[in-house]
């Protein structure tokens, strides 16, 4: 095996086994909620405990990518988080399990803010798919969690989860430490002037604006999506509520593997992200049954398009620069991803969990508010022609 499918094997693996971590959260917060005794407000921390190391390690690691021994950072990424996960598998406190995912959300977000700079470089001409596909790659991985949680469960407690999720990591240790890393000479630094310059360029503000509403949708509701069906379904029907939402993900993103380069990115994402607002209003209108399968299935159907679609579009802005721009809708995403479902925790306490996820269709009318607006000011539905900022 070369260097270039032996680091895209890596980078696959390790979003499939990062998208599972995720979504295991999710599934098993009841049962932290119980073990660990703690209300809904303190539940909600568990999304912003995975998500704050993440976010400071995607953001550093992506801004000065070309400055950073990358492969050095890719095998620790790999090496640290399943370590991370075990730490939280035998947590013996609610501070302690915090603390754990904190480590591990650090060791992926170190990983994760450079493995699409690689496969930038590595598929300079077919950048668009690449970005696709690997949001593919994850839609598997997630979706194949909840399901996999309950198998779990049917046999062992929750700590078991973290353990099988650690080993889904250990191919791509293997692989980053085997494997020379390609050349990334053509990987540029910036300035933090000249990267004042690139934040502000219409295509990165918009796409970094529609990357926090993104990340609200999806944090919000991979977080709360079973704990909200558990008032009314058993464990592994919650659970199979999850899984089709996210099983959406998998037609969602493969779609957008084939539309990407064909349809411009704005047209796109106002054509597919509409459905999400009805679908999301009918989801948690109370109904339950196959009217609530299908509105979830719905909606992971269009939100599945934000992440890939914008990322894609951001980077195609300015391909130079592909650490930097990852970094900053990265950080934009996971801001999206802590900070909602930390609110939504808050105020479930308070009003109950079914009236606050209606707000989720409120956020997705904003997502497309921006994308619209975006559309506008850079009069353009393509990735404005790229302009090179100074380099350092």
């Given at each position: 095996?070369?260097?270039?499918?032996?680091?895209?094997?890596?980078?696959?693996?390790?979003?499939?086994?990062?998208?599972?971590?995720?979504?295991?959260?999710?599934?098993?917060?009841?049962?932290?909620?119980?073990?660990?005794?703690?209300?809904?407000?303190?539940?909600?921390?568990?999304?912003?405990?995975?998500?704050?190391?993440?976010?400071?390690?995607?953001?550093?690691?992506?801004?000065?990518?070309?400055?950073?021994?990358?492969?050095?950072?890719?095998?620790?990424?790999?090496?640290?988080?399943?370590?991370?996960?075990?730490?939280?598998?035998?947590?013996?406190?609610?501070?302690?399990?915090?603390?754990?995912?904190?480590?591990?959300?650090?060791?992926?977000?170190?990983?994760?803010?450079?493995?699409?700079?690689?496969?930038?470089?590595?598929?300079?001409?077919?950048?668009?798919?690449?970005?696709?596909?690997?949001?593919?790659?994850?839609?598997?991985?997630?979706?194949?969690?909840?399901?996999?949680?309950?198998?779990?469960?049917?046999?062992?407690?929750?700590?078991?989860?973290?353990?099988?999720l650690a080993v889904c990591f250990?191919?791509?240790?293997?692989?980053?430490?085997?494997?020379?890393?390609?050349?990334?000479?053509?990987?540029?630094?910036?300035?933090?002037?000249?990267?004042?310059?690139?934040?502000?360029?219409?295509?990165?503000?918009?796409?970094?604006?529609?990357?926090?509403?993104v990340g609200a949708l999806e944090?919000?509701?991979?977080?709360?999506?079973?704990?909200?069906?558990?008032?009314?379904?058993?464990?592994?029907?919650?659970?199979?509520?999850?899984?089709?939402?996210?099983?959406?993900?998998?037609?969602?993103?493969?779609?957008?593997?084939?539309?990407?380069?064909?349809?411009?990115s704005l047209s796109l994402l106002?054509?597919?992200?509409?459905?999400?607002?009805?679908?999301?209003?009918?989801?948690?209108?109370?109904?339950?049954?196959?009217?609530?399968?299908?509105?979830?299935?719905?909606?992971?159907?269009?939100?599945?398009?934000?992440?890939?679609?914008?990322?894609?579009?951001?980077?195609?802005?300015?391909?130079?620069?592909?650490?930097?721009?990852?970094?900053?809708?990265?950080?934009?995403?996971?801001?999206?991803?802590?900070?909602?479902?930390?609110?939504?925790?808050?105020?479930?306490?308070?009003?109950?969990?079914?009236?606050?996820?209606?707000?989720?269709?409120?956020?997705?009318?904003?997502?497309?508010?921006?994308?619209?607006?975006?559309?506008?000011?850079?009069?353009?539905?393509?990735?404005?022609?790229?302009?090179?900022?100074?380099?350092?």
């Amino acid at each position: 095996m070369d260097r270039s499918r032996a680091w895209t094997l890596a980078v696959f693996v390790f979003i499939f086994g990062d998208a599972a971590a995720m979504q295991a959260r999710g599934p098993i917060l009841s049962r932290i909620g119980e073990v660990f005794d703690v209300s809904e407000a303190a539940l909600g921390l568990v999304a912003p405990a995975g998500t704050v190391g993440f976010l400071g390690a995607v953001v550093v690691t992506g801004l000065f990518a070309g400055r950073l021994p990358m492969r050095r950072l890719l095998a620790a990424g790999t090496l640290v988080t399943p370590l991370a996960l075990v730490f939280a598998a035998f947590a013996p406190s609610y501070p302690v399990f915090l603390l754990a995912l904190v480590v591990q959300g650090t060791a992926a977000g170190a990983f994760r803010g450079l493995d699409r700079v690689v496969l930038s470089h590595v598929y300079p001409d077919a950048r668009g798919r690449m970005f696709a596909a690997y949001t593919l790659v994850w839609a598997f991985g997630a979706v194949l969690t909840p399901q996999l949680v309950s198998v779990v469960f049917s046999v062992a407690d929750w700590r078991a989860v973290f353990l099988v999720l650690a080993v889904c990591f250990l191919p791509a240790l293997a692989l980053a430490g085997r494997y020379e890393l390609p050349s990334m000479a053509a990987e540029r630094s910036v300035s933090l002037d000249a990267l004042r310059t690139l934040c502000r360029r219409p295509a990165v503000v918009g796409a970094c604006l529609g990357m926090v509403f993104v990340g609200a949708l999806e944090g919000t509701l991979f977080t709360w999506l079973v704990y909200y069906a558990r008032s009314f379904y058993p464990t592994a029907l919650a659970n199979s509520l999850l899984s089709a939402y996210l099983l959406a993900y998998i037609p969602g993103r493969l779609g957008c593997t084939v539309a990407v380069d064909r349809v411009p990115s704005l047209s796109l994402l106002l054509v597919v992200f509409v459905p999400a607002v009805p679908a999301l209003a009918v989801a948690f209108s109370g109904v339950t049954g196959p009217v609530l399968f299908t509105a979830v299935f719905a909606a992971g159907l269009a939100i599945s398009s934000g992440f890939p679609v914008l990322s894609g579009y951001a980077v195609e802005a300015a391909p130079a620069y592909s650490g930097p721009v990852n970094a900053v809708t990265n950080g934009a995403t996971y801001v999206g991803l802590a900070t909602a479902p930390a609110v939504v925790g808050v105020f479930a306490a308070t009003y109950g969990i079914g009236r606050v996820l209606v707000s989720t269709a409120g956020v997705a009318l904003l997502f497309l508010i921006t994308i619209a607006g975006l559309w506008l000011w850079t009069g353009t539905a393509d990735a404005p022609t790229p302009r090179r900022p100074a380099e350092s």
